[in-house]
């Protein structure tokens, strides 16, 4: 299975207010649902101050990249788990994985943030063999969601 980097940008509204939520998604990675080994998914969402407009400021934006590579490069890097989606606004940054194993995961990750100081990170997962999230996320595609996942799913 080869992963690819290509990506979707959207645009949602908040559930809770008016504030705009950018969505990052992940394309072609049918072959990671259809295997069955990603059952579970782990989102891990860092809280900050919002502007006006629900965004971070510069510098909490430019860590928060920083820790979403490092996320990404130590997950991705013997396919434990694989970042699927990112959404950012009303003050929070969401990053979704979808990963084979919880346990592994929250080691791997402490392990990948050892180096940084203390972050605002708050960790929730969830069994989701069949992809829900990652599903209601390509919705928000403009393009035919069919193209992104087969109907199998």
């Known amino acids: 299975m080869k992963l690819s980097d290509e990506w979707f940008t959207a645009v949602a509204e908040s559930e809770v207010g008016n504030d705009t939520i950018f969505v990052s998604g992940r394309c072609n990675i049918d072959e990671f649902i259809k295997s069955g080994k990603f059952k579970e998914r782990a989102e891990v969402t860092w809280s900050y101050q919002a502007d006006a407009k629900g965004m971070p400021d510069d510098e909490v934006a430019q860590r928060m990249e920083e820790v979403q590579l490092v996320l990404k490069r130590a997950m991705e890097k013997n396919k434990l788990a694989i970042l699927t989606g990112v959404y950012t606004g009303a003050g929070e940054r969401n990053m979704v994985f979808y990963?084979?194993?919880?346990?592994?995961?929250?080691?791997?990750?402490?392990?990948?943030?050892?180096?940084?100081?203390?972050?605002?990170?708050?960790i929730y997962t969830e069994k989701d063999p069949d992809w829900n999230e990652y599903c209601e996320m390509c919705m928000l595609r403009n393009d035919d969601v069919e193209d992104m996942i087969d109907d199998e799913v």
């Open 99 to 122: 990963t084979r194993n919880i346990p592994a995961f929250g080691t791997t990750l402490n392990e990948a943030l050892a180096t940084f100081e203390l972050l605002p990170l708050t």
